[in-house]
């Protein structure tokens, strides 16, 4: 009952291959070094090709890519080109084969450490290679603006984009009249 979730796209690439494969099982693991986790079902066509080329790049969602992110969660790219049917744009990486979502706001590249087999799911464990942000969502400060990107996030099979901030890290103990 852990909800909502983000939901992103997470790119993958074997060969001249490249797959994207929606993850709502995501989440920050660690500062220093910087690592990240997906957890993906074995079956999953993206699965393999994670599993064997031990990379991958998470590509954070938008209200403007719910669409396509929800397709990429239903069909499988044992099928279809989902960056065809979708019309995203995939763009090199710097630092692995996988390519980054042009569309995407944020891309971050990732490295395989660990793979840990859990029962339905599987999880990779992964190291941030590097992080890539459309300069349209920063602010003047370099702080990136969530209500501009419209974030999704998942809850039990609907997709829902934040909105309202409710206060900074630290305001129930700020004095009163000071941000």
């Known amino acids: 009952m852990l909800y909502p979730l983000p939901v992103v796209m997470v790119s993958c690439a074997e060969e001249e291959k490249y797959n994207i494969i ?12 910087p690592m990240l986790s997906i957890s993906v079902r074995p079956e ?17 969602t938008t209200k403007t890519l719910a669409r396509a992110c929800d397709y990429c969660g239903v069909k499988s790219g044992r099928d279809v080109d989902k960056f065809k049917e ?18 995407s ?14 029962g339905s799911h599987d999880m990779f464990l992964s190291e941030v290679l590097g992080v890539h942000v459309d300069k349209k969502y920063l602010e003047n400060n370099g702080k990136f603006d969530l209500s501009r990107a419209e974030p ?28």
Request: hydrophobic share 40%; with cysteine; glycine share 8%.
């Open 22 to 33: 929606t993850v709502a099982w995501t989440g920050t693991v660690c500062t220093n070094p």
């Open 44 to 60: 999953r066509f993206s699965y393999g090709m994670i599993a064997r080329t031990k990379e991958f790049v998470v590509n954070l």
């Open 86 to 103: 979708t019309g995203l744009s995939a763009a090199p990486a710097a630092y692995v084969r996988a390519p980054l979502i042009v569309q």
């Open 105 to 118: 706001p944020v891309n971050m590249e990732c490295r395989v450490k660990e793979i840990l087999h859990l």
């Open 152 to 179: 999704v996030v998942y809850s039990h099979g609907e997709y829902y984009r934040l909105g309202e901030l409710l206060g900074s890290f630290g305001y129930s103990v700020k004095k009163k009249g000071k941000r």
